[in-house]
């Protein structure tokens, strides 16, 4: 396997409105080992959102592609049964070794799609790939599979955070309750250019390095989620939205509030036990309104 396998693949991805499948085994074996690693950290960092101790029994892994979302939860809860939906026969076949004891089921994503019901029901790095016209009835159907919590991820772009902006809306209508990570079910706040995402950092093998082309050692994974609730979501907090510029003696640090807006939150180190607590955030974290009061 070589370079411009991985290359033309991203390129087609990235560039193009072809999103839709991979074109031989070669480019199926190359998304295992290029791209697959960064959904993967993604999705692990959005698995951390769930309940300390929930354990589902079944889940449902939707446009699985080689089944990394239930590779992902099957490291988390090792005796939880896995159904994936999978319609590309090149994912299909790379999936079929990675995840072998998974209830595989060869599929197309339509609005009329039938759906089994599971505790959890993932569409990971798939909803960009949802035709428009289609894409509220089918994210009806995944609601409706849904018995604890249905979980969207995907890239952190304006546009992909656009389309996931509109599901999120439409969800909201169906009687959904947000987990993660907006600390509130109103109007989102972020409009206009900007975009809600988060970053996860991920070591690179030496395989890894070589098929991007790449020097480091790691890389980072930009990504936008939901994670969605049958039941009330209880507690009250605040989501930082982007990485905190932490400074010498001072720092300042924005955050989406359950009231539904955007606050920037400066420190500085004349408020000693409000720096300590404060000099530490990272983007992403979960935070209670008393810690920067």
Known sequence: MDSKTYGDLSHRYR???DKKGLRSKDEALAYKTARMPATQAAINRCLDELPQHYTPTISLDVGAGPGT???ALLNRFSD???ILIEDDPHMWATGQDLVPNGQWIRQKLKASSELPAADVVILSYVLNELPESECSAILDRLW???RD???IITAGTPDAFSQLRKARHHLIAQGAHILAPCPHTLDCPIQGTDWCH???RLSRSSEHRRLKGGDLGYEDEKFSYLILSKQA???TYSRVTKSPQHRSGHGSFEVCTATGHLETITYSKS?????KNLKILHWGQKITQNLYN
């Open 15 to 17: 560039h193009t409105s």
């Open 69 to 71: 979302a239930s590779l």
């Open 80 to 82: 939880l049964q896995t």
């Open 144 to 146: 409706q599979a849904t």
């Open 149 to 151: 919590y249905l979980i």
């Open 198 to 200: 988060f970053k996860t």
């Open 233 to 235: 979501v209880s507690g």
């Open 271 to 275: 408020k000693s036990q409000q720096y």
